[in-house]
C-alpha cells in the first residue's frame, strides 16, 4: 500500500498565532501533494497544489500568504496557517498520488481549532 | 467550472436491502474516485474508476462509470451496519494526476438493523 502520515493530528491554538502541519509521504515519494480543508458536515475543498520544488498552486478564494505551502523534499509538505482565525478552525487533509496506481492517498487529517 | 453532484445527500435504510448512490459531474473527466469517510477519520479509498464503462466490486459495494453520461453509481447490496459512512465520489480532470479532486458534497449513509 501506500502510507501518508500527517503531524499533528489535533492542535489547539490561540488566535493570531501560527501553526505549521506537516503531511509525509512514507513509502512513496510525490513530486505533487494537495491540500484539502473539510469543515463540519461539509466535503472537502481544494486549497493548493503543492510542487517539490516549486511555489505552490493556489485554489481560487485561498489567500497564500496566510496559507503557507512547502514542499521541501519528495517526501514531506507542510502547510502553515499564519496568524489563525476561529475561522479557520477545520479540518486539513493532505494526499499524494502514488505513480502507477491512479489513486490519491489521504492523510489521516489535522483537526485545527482556533481559540 | 466543474460540479460534482451526489445524491442522496442523506439515506437511512435497513439492513439487507439495496440501493444505488449516483454522482453526476459537469464536464469530460478520466478518473473517478469514490471515498468512504468515518465521523472524525480521513478518506479510505474505494474504488478508481478509469474508463467508460468500468466496473468494479469489493464485498458489498460495486461501483459502476459512464462518461458518456457523466455518471457513476454506487451500489451497496444487502447492506450491513458497517458500511454506516459518509461516501464521496471525486472527480479528476487531467487524467494524469497532476490536478487535485473535486469532490461531491457527500452522501450521509445510516444502515439500521
Known amino acids: 500500500g501506500a502510507v501518508v502520515s500527517q503531524h499533528p493530528s489535533r492542535v489547539i491554538c490561540k488566535s493570531g498565532t501560527s501553526v505549521k502541519i506537516e503531511c509525509r509521504s512514507l513509502?512513496?515519494?510525490?513530486?505533487?501533494m494537495f491540500w484539502y480543508r473539510q469543515f463540519p458536515k461539509q466535503s472537502l475543498m481544494l486549497m493548493a497544489t503543492?510542487?517539490?520544488?516549486?511555489?505552490?498552486?493556489?485554489e481560487q478564494g485561498v489567500e497564500k500568504d496566510k496559507f503557507l505551502i512547502n514542499h521541501a523534499s519528495l517526501t514531506l509538505s507542510t502547510l502553515t496557517v499564519t496568524s489563525a482565525h476561529p475561522e479557520d478552525s477545520s479540518f486539513y487533509i493532505c494526499?499524494?498520488?502514488?505513480?502507477?496506481?491512479?489513486?490519491?492517498?489521504f492523510g489521516p487529517g489535522t483537526r485545527l481549532t482556533v481559540l | 467550472e466543474l460540479k460534482v453532484e451526489q445524491n442522496p445527500l442523506f439515506l437511512s435504510m435497513q439492513e439487507g436491502k439495496n440501493y444505488t448512490i449516483y454522482c453526476n459531474y459537469s464536464?469530460?473527466?478520466?478518473?473517478l474516485y469514490w471515498y468512504r469517510q468515518d465521523p472524525g477519520k480521513s478518506l479510505e479509498s474505494l474504488f478508481v474508476l478509469l474508463s467508460n464503462g468500468a466496473v468494479k466490486q469489493e464485498g458489498r459495494l460495486m461501483a459502476s462509470l459512464d462518461t458518456k453520461a457523466r455518471l457513476s453509481t454506487l451500489h451497496i447490496t444487502a447492506a450491513v451496519h458497517d458500511l454506516s459512512a459518509t461516501y464521496f465520489c471525486a472527480v479528476d480532470l487531467s487524467g494524469g494526476g497532476a490536478d487535485g479532486l473535486t469532490f461531491g458534497k457527500g452522501t450521509h449513509l445510516i444502515i439500521q438493523p
Open positions: 513509502d512513496f515519494q510525490a513530486t505533487t
Open positions: 503543492s510542487n517539490e520544488g516549486s511555489k505552490a498552486t493556489y
Open positions: 464536464t469530460t473527466s478520466d478518473r
Open positions: 494526499s499524494a498520488e502514488k505513480g502507477g496506481t491512479d489513486t490519491q492517498y
